[in-house]
């Protein structure tokens, strides 16, 4: 799968303090992806900034928590683009469950690297709102 045009979506607030901007751009450098980065802010409608990215993106990555990686898979819902999870709170159950590495270096060079493999994963609602691990 051709994975050159990358939006990652960086929740900043999520509970790691780590430099992570700087360490996308270290991974990406002089690698043939074109990484957009996104740094979100409180009130995003992050589902919409996603669907407007879509058309010319390969992959959506997204560094945060549970919260962050829940609305960016739910803005991919009945869309064929993939989901790649940069683990980035305090918990990251559904990383854990997928075995992504929780370094988030290691989880950029699997992405960089096409180094991955898709998993197609259910998708709960409650009360109109989906979720992914329980």
Do not use: W
Not at 62 to 76: E, F, H, I, N, R
Request: glycine content about 8%.
């Amino acid at each position: 799968m051709e994975t050159n045009n990358i939006f990652i979506v960086v929740n900043l607030a999520s509970g790691k303090d780590e430099p992570v901007l700087d360490i996308i751009k270290r991974v990406f450098n002089g690698s043939k992806q074109t990484p957009t980065i996104y740094v979100t802010k409180e009130h995003d409608d992050l589902a919409q900034i996603i669907r407007t990215a879509l058309p010319n993106t390969d992959l959506i990555a997204v560094y945060g928590g549970d919260g962050s990686v829940t609305q960016s898979a739910a803005a991919l819902i009945g869309t064929n683009k993939p989901l790649a999870i940069i683990p980035g709170g305090t918990a990251n159950i559904l990383s854990k469950e997928l075995n992504i590495p929780q370094d988030i270096e290691e989880a950029l060079i699997l992405i960089r690297d096409g180094k991955f493999e898709l998993k197609t994963i259910d998708t709960g609602v409650v009360n109109e709102r989906p979720f992914y691990c329980g």
